[in-house]
């Protein structure tokens, strides 16, 4: 449904409501303030334009949202895209590459391809998950320990050997400041569950450094005033190279606009027992992320922390999310000279604080302990994330996970000759199986069971492998296939030119619906024939036997009368 769920949940709104809504709203945008600031820091740019995307992104997402509950603006997850495009293509490169990502976002909203999204395989988000927050961590360790650089390396060995030649100038009161502000973060939930540690950290810290005269860098001294209004809409300087250039980023930043935000919108369905509309959530997204670098803003998408903080504190209803924006305005209009007060080694405290719940400890360990080509495509996905580059992680990992998956469906794919000699040995036997009948010689009987495709085209090759020697009917038994490709049906046409080369007839019996209608669209039902495609194997068998000049059996009569019968007949000179 293309309806924002704020239009579907001022139905009945009350009083009530509105109170827990605007509550929530406001905790929420406190909560965002400190994040906004320091995830655009993070990300390369200066301060303000995570205020602008927390209040611009945030209005538009909870306001054409098809999430009741989902609450926008800047999250980690960008900070490596996003300082990698500033570092390339400067800002008027961002700007584009973000106004791209919203224009891809709507029209996945449009195709209705929200519910793809649950087929990104789980180590995937994982190892990427947990690339970007080392690389969080990594970029925050200059801040937090007041070192002397002018630039850092954005390549993560020199980063940390040029941290490690630094060491020496360690600023202590920088570095007493951080560990004091990540002693808060963590300890404060056990004082107050409402009130964000983050926030008392940061008026701790600036009060301490404030007093004491303490000379650390603040984000006044390095990016300036913080701006108490919202910028003139900006547009940028286009060019086919540069927008060619940025289309691998700006499908990044949608990926992961798209990721974040809908698996966010899941939990939230998960706490609040509601359920999400993915397809508007994303033109949402997509809206969001367009109107947001024009007003100085970066990528921005679901945040699931700030959304899970709007649910305890009673948010129901997108209008949390429009009074958390408002909220934001109000706090840059009234407040946002003092903001250039908040020492830096602060706000790198609560970014190492959220790179420590972001790198998804538990979910990293549990993926290791399972199959081995689950572990590749995390550990493949982890460390290009952290060595090479995000885009090229997901890529590589999704290939890399495709490839393995139709290996996996490939090996449990079997191809197996059925004989009436075989003893059954299961406890409940299968009525339908091949024992319960009788095979005459020059018959034989083949059956695959999964899905016949390309990747299992070679065991079907190796197991029907006969030549002048071979029978005189070949059957194929389908009943256990329920998809079948190109590549299978080229397989089964080659078998049907062998077997007409060497003069045996080939019939197929207990075909499915979707490989049988693959098999006439393909036009290989009309080169072997409508008559020889059966229902059963009794049906095939019976026409083999004719084929074969036998008598044909009756399916219905006793199993051991007719194989005796059968067997008497054949040892007959």
């Not at 490169?93 to 649950?118: D, Q, S």
Request: hydrophobic content about 50%; aromatic content about 10%.
């Amino acid at each position: 449904m293309f309806i924002p769920k704020l239009f579907t949940t001022l139905s009945g709104y009350s009083k009530r409501q509105f109170i827990s809504d605007l509550t929530a709203g406001t905790i929420v945008g406190i909560v965002a303030l400190p994040l906004a600031i320091a995830f655009a820091i993070a990300s390369g740019v200066s301060p303000e334009k995570g205020l602008y995307t927390a209040i611009i992104a945030g209005f538009i997402i909870s306001f054409l949202g098809g999430s009741r509950v989902q609450i926008g603006g800047p999250t980690g997850a960008f900070v490596v895209i996003v300082y990698g495009i500033v570092e390339k293509y400067g800002l008027n490169g961002l700007t584009i590459a973000t106004i791209m990502a919203g224009f891809i976002l709507i029209l996945m909203g449009l195709a209705k391809l929200g519910g793809l999204i649950k087929y990104i395989p789980y180590p995937i988000i994982t190892g990427f998950t947990s690339g970007i927050a080392v690389i969080i961590f990594s970029s925050q360790i200059k801040d937090f320990f007041g070192l002397q650089m002018d630039s850092v390396p954005s390549e993560f060995v020199e980063k940390w050997e040029s941290y490690f030649l630094r060491f020496d100038q360690v600023n202590l009161h920088a570095f007493g400041i951080g560990a004091l502000s990540l002693a808060i973060i963590f300890l404060w939930p056990r004082v107050n569950q409402k009130i964000p540690g983050s926030l008392i950290a940061l008026i701790v810290s600036t009060c301490l450094v404030q007093f004491f005269g303490i000379n650390i860098e603040t984000i006044h001294s390095r990016f300036g005033d913080i701006p108490d209004s919202l910028p003139s809409p900006y547009f940028p300087t286009l060019s086919w190279s540069l927008i060619a250039g940025l289309v691998a980023p700006a499908t990044t930043i949608a990926l992961l606009a798209a990721i974040e935000s809908l698996l966010s919108a899941v939990v939230a369905d998960g706490m609040i027992g509601g359920r999400h509309r993915s397809n508007m959530e994303l033109i949402a997204q997509g809206t969001a992320n367009i109107f947001s670098p024009i007003f100085g803003g970066i990528p921005a998408t679901g945040a699931i922390a700030r959304t899970a903080t709007n649910i305890k504190n009673g948010g129901r209803t997108p209008i949390a999310g429009i009074v958390h924006a408002a909220v934001l305005f109000l706090i840059m209009l009234l407040f946002g000279k003092w903001a250039g007060l908040i020492p830096l080694a602060s706000l790198a405290a609560i970014l190492i604080y959220v790179a420590y719940y972001m790198s998804e400890r538990d979910a990293f360990v549990a993926v290791m302990k399972g199959p081995r080509s689950d572990v590749l495509v995390l550990l493949t996905t982890f460390f290009l994330t952290v060595f090479i580059d995000l885009t090229v992680a997901i890529e590589i990992g999704m290939i890399l996970a495709a490839f393995l998956f139709m290996k996996q469906m490939a090996d449990v794919t079997n191809i197996q000759i059925l004989r009436s000699d075989i003893e059954d040995k299961e406890e409940m036997p299968d009525l339908n199986a091949v024992q319960k009948r009788f095979i005459p010689k020059g018959i034989e009987v083949f059956e695959i069971n999964g899905p016949f495709f390309f990747g299992s085209v070679d065991k079907f090759h190796d197991t029907i492998n006969f030549g002048s020697k071979g029978p005189k009917v070949l059957i194929l038994r389908m009943r256990f296939v329920p998809y079948m490709d190109a590549g299978g049906l080229h397989a089964l046409d080659e078998v049907r030119a062998r077997c007409q080369k060497n003069k045996v007839f080939m019939l197929i019996s207990d075909i499915h619906t979707q490989p049988l209608i693959a098999a006439e669209q393909s036009g290989f039902m009309k080169k072997m024939g409508e008559d020889h495609f059966f229902g059963n194997l009794d049906d095939a068998l019976n026409f083999g036997r004719q084929l074969m000049g036998l008598t044909p059996v009756d399916s219905t009569g006793e199993f051991e009368a007719t194989v005796a019968r059968e067997r008497k007949k054949q040892s007959e000179p």
